[in-house]
């Protein structure tokens, strides 16, 4: 299992020096940000010691560079794959669900102290996209699972048809 938290850490790592280097101003600097990531006490915990959660990292990091480049250049297709990112953090994690809401609001919200203008369909884009991404899947995955035997709400809280895996008692402790 560590293999897996090691294999996300370092994509999230790479991923997150590609987006920084698109954005800072010296070379030094996008360097300087990759190791404060990498050194970080809560990145260094999570990359040695839990794939539970780092599995999600590398599209977190997809979520927000995406998010920002929409806000640098905004158009329907970068909100469209800012959602796609999304999205597909939140089938790891439903909690990342959240990012979709924020990600607009901010936008909306800091507009007024940017100057920019983001049209609200594009906004719009982003939530549907990265509500839909992770319904569908949901949905797909409990129609090969369990589709017959539990219905999908049933299948959806108790971790696939009520089989908490030994993984789930792990991060949450939620046994049973």
Do not use: D
Not at 38 to 49: I, K, M, N, P, V
Not at 63 to 90: D, N, Q
């Amino acid at each position: 299992m560590l293999l897996l938290s090691v294999a996300a850490g370092a994509l999230s790592l790479g991923l997150f020096r590609r987006f920084v280097a698109c954005t800072a101003i010296t070379r030094t600097g996008a360097n300087a940000a990759t190791a404060w990531v990498a050194f970080c006490a809560a990145f260094l915990s999570l990359w040695l010691s839990s794939e539970a959660q780092m599995v999600q990292m590398p599209l977190l990091v997809a979520s927000y560079a995406t998010a920002i480049a929409y806000a640098a250049r905004p158009t329907t297709v970068r909100a469209a794959v800012t959602g796609l990112a999304i999205g597909a953090a939140t089938l790891f994690y439903i909690s990342n669900g959240l990012i979709a809401v924020t990600v607009p609001v901010v936008l909306a919200v800091g507009a007024r102290y940017t100057g920019m203008r983001y049209p609200a369909k594009q906004l719009a884009t982003i939530l549907a996209v990265a509500i839909l991404v992770p319904a569908a899947g949901f949905i797909i995955a409990w129609l090969v699972s369990a589709a017959g035997t539990t219905s999908l709400p049933v299948w959806l809280t108790t971790y696939g048809g009520g089989h908490a895996s030994a993984r789930i008692a792990a991060t949450y402790g939620v046994h049973g």
